[in-house]
């Protein structure tokens, strides 16, 4: 296991988030990005786009380079103007039935900006970018994957239209540790805010495997995107520990049963 490469890593990863639920796609370039999106948010909204209409859609949702600003467009009705005039609007995000949601999953995505990049795995929510996956070959330090989505960021993220901008969390593994972190701007990005996955009794889900099938499981990386994520007053992105929310859920639950 000491010897296994990130290529082996990244293909096992794919194959088990197909297995959990996850469409395959093959989307490599900001252009196949751009069609995958329009068709996913076709599906979500049950609607038909023409392309004057999409391009609205995509000029509204990218016109801000702030990544805090993306995620509050995520979670916004997005406007736009039909072909007849009518004044319409469509959704990003299922956020009251999250499961509803579309999930992809694709990797060694290109994008070219200051350098030449190519992203190992991307979850797709909806035909948007919403979790980047960056690996690193089992017996290297966890920080270099850590490094390397700050390298992006600098060097790429903001390219074209800037779609990476709609990165929520970031999971960074050599296959034995793995933690998730809440994107935001590079400077103010910590690697101290990385956090392990635990169960309910803290046990500790470090192995890639039992992170992704525990945190990567379609409505529960969508739950956590829709209800245990936080768009502080300070323009702060940040996620919930294991910890908080599984005290949410137990709150929860018991107002549920309780009088």
Not at 235 to 243: A, E, G, S, T
């Amino acid at each position: 296991m000491s010897s296994e490469s990130e290529q082996m890593l990244e293909d096992k990863l794919i194959e088990q988030l197909v297995e959990m639920g996850y469409q395959k796609v093959s989307v490599r370039t900001e252009d196949q990005l751009i069609a995958n999106l329009k068709t996913q948010l076709e599906v979500l909204n049950k609607t038909s786009l023409t392309d004057g209409e999409f391009q609205q859609i995509l000029t509204y949702i990218t016109k801000s380079p702030s990544i805090f600003k993306h995620a509050e467009v995520l979670r916004e009705h997005i406007p736009y103007v039909k072909e007849d005039g009518e004044h319409a609007h469509l959704i990003l995000l299922n956020q009251k039935y999250w499961c509803q949601n579309e999930f992809q999953v694709t990797h060694q995505f290109n994008m070219e900006g200051t350098y030449k990049n190519r992203y190992d795995v991307t979850i797709l929510i909806n035909g948007l970018p919403l979790v980047q996956i960056e690996l690193k070959r089992r017996g290297l330090e966890l920080k270099e994957a850590f490094n390397q989505v700050n390298r992006y960021q600098r060097t790429s993220y903001t390219s074209g239209y800037g779609l990476y901008q709609f990165i929520q969390l970031f999971v960074f593994s050599n296959g034995t540790n793995t933690k998730y972190l809440a994107n935001d701007n590079v400077g103010d990005r910590d690697f101290k805010q990385t956090f392990f996955l635990t169960d309910d009794k803290n046990k500790r889900y470090s192995q890639l495997q039992d992170f992704a099938q525990h945190f990567l499981e379609p409505c529960h990386i969508s739950k956590m995107i829709t209800h245990y994520m936080v768009l502080s007053t300070s323009n702060k992105i940040m996620v919930l520990r294991p910890y908080q929310f599984y005290a949410v859920e137990a709150l929860v639950e018991r107002v549920k049963k309780s009088k």
